[in-house]
């Protein structure tokens, strides 16, 4: 049965840090990924980690958020650093088989996590 859950949401001020993790039970996928959705926006790619840990990000993230996984705990990672108010979303960890940032191609979602940044 597969499994996605993530946790490690939370309240924060512009500039802080936080970690997100996902426990993703299953089989071994090609590609696992955070997404996000903001109010009254559709769902963006965040980051994506792929094949042997190639990793891709979106433009508005690169520099600030390291997406990582340890295959050993089945847990995937997104560290996030120099938040911004922009960053507030709900952020969900997804599974698939196509290396993509679009959430249409992941086929195993968690419920979400809620982030949110103020000024």
């Known amino acids: 049965q597969v499994q996605v859950a993530e946790s490690g949401g939370g309240s924060v001020q512009a500039g802080g840090s936080l970690r997100l993790s996902c426990v993703v039970s299953g089989y071994p996928y090609y590609s696992m990924g955070w997404f996000r959705q903001a109010p009254g926006k559709e769902r963006e790619g965040v980051a994506i980690?792929?094949?042997?840990?190639?990793?891709l990000y979106a433009d508005s993230v690169k520099g600030r958020f390291t997406i990582s996984k340890d295959n050993a705990k089945n847990t995937l990672y997104l560290q996030m650093n120099s938040l911004k108010p922009e960053d507030t979303a709900i952020y969900y960890c997804?599974?698939?088989?196509?290396?993509?940032?679009?959430?249409?191609?992941?086929?195993?979602w968690g419920q979400g996590t809620q982030v949110t940044v103020s000024s």
């Open positions: 997804a599974a698939g088989w196509i290396a993509t940032m679009r959430p249409s191609d992941y086929t195993y």
């Open positions: 980690i792929y094949s042997g840990g190639s990793t």
